[in-house]
């Protein structure tokens, strides 16, 4: 590895500390050389990086994911900005963007873990009396299935 990758996944540990604390420390060193050596401009295939460690690789790319997510967010996003990243590119009024809010208040136990888009998108959901029109077009804007979020809205309580 150049010495450039192993000072920026330095940086990113030190930076997102909280963000990879539930992952065990052999996943968080996959993830975060593997996040450092795309981000340095050397990329290298996840497989390289797992060759020298015993991590699983889905915990990895999960790990990678939620990093390169707050990254991109410039900080620990809140479930707020999700909801309003999500509202917003489905044209949803403030109303049914403060209701989902709510809504994600209340069942914090219930979300933890789990994915912040999935969660918006539910949320968004319930809050709109679940128009069916609405539930495909969340999906999409939130990269996932209208499945997932049906199943993540059965799991709320209203």
Known sequence: MPQ?????????????????????????????LWT???????????????????????RVRKAAWRLKEVM?????????????????????PAAVVKAAVEILKRNRRVLFGKNPWVS?????????????????ALAEAAGTTPTSIRNAANRMRI
Do not use: H, Q
């Not at 809050?127 to 609405?134: E, H, I, N, Q, Y």
């Open 4 to 32: 450039s990758v192993v000072e920026e996944a330095e940086s990113l540990v030190k930076r997102y500390f909280e963000v990879l604390a539930g992952f065990p420390p052999e996943v968080v060193a996959v993830a975060v």
């Open 36 to 58: 450092a050596a795309k981000a340095t401009g050397a990329p290298r295939p996840l497989e390289d990086f797992l060759k020298c460690s015993k991590a699983d690789e889905s």
């Open 120 to 136: 918006a998108a539910a949320a968004l959901w319930l809050a709109s009396f679940k128009k069916l029109g609405l539930l495909k």
């Open 72 to 92: 991109k967010l410039g900080g620990k996003p809140s479930i707020e900005d999700y909801v309003k990243t999500l509202a917003a590119r489905v044209n949803l």
